[in-house]
């Protein structure tokens, strides 16, 4: 899960750097570019999703007193990256958002 963890929190660095495009004048990435990351993101972060929902059913069976709050943080995060995501779409998206998929982000990984 490690692994998934440091993918997603890679692409949402690179979509830092990509949000120049949205407030800068000078583009360094292009608006297809960005849509990939943020596909990838998406991907990944189901992919995540699922396997932490699978290892919280395996360990349910041996330990009943399981911390699910990884759940609710890995839904928080898609839902930041969605908004960031349709904001992007409609040519409205801002540092603000990015910041927000960073802090959803952070809470994943601490």
């Known amino acids: ?19 120049a495009v949205v407030d800068a ?10 849509q990939t990351l943020l596909d990838r993101i998406e991907t990944k972060t189901d992919t995540y999703r699922t396997e ?7 360990n ?6 399981i911390d699910e709050s990884i759940v609710g943080y890995i839904a928080d995060f898609e ?6 995501e349709n904001n992007f779409v409609s040519r409205r998206a801002n540092a603000d958002q990015v910041n927000d998929v960073l802090n959803r982000a952070w809470n994943i990984d601490d």
Do not use: C, H, P, Y
């Not at 899960?1 to 949000?19: D, E, H, K």
């Not at 932490?52 to 395996?58: A, C, D, M, S, T």
């Not at 349910?60 to 007193?65: I, K, Q």
């Open 79 to 84: 839902n930041a990256t969605d908004n960031l």
């Open 60 to 65: 349910r069976r041996v330990n009943r007193n």
């Open 25 to 34: 004048q000078t583009a360094r990435a292009t608006n297809r570019q960005i």
């Open 1 to 19: 899960m490690r692994n998934i963890s440091s993918q997603i929190l890679t692409l949402i660095l690179t979509i830092v750097v990509g949000a």
């Open 52 to 58: 932490v929902e699978n290892r919280l059913e395996q």
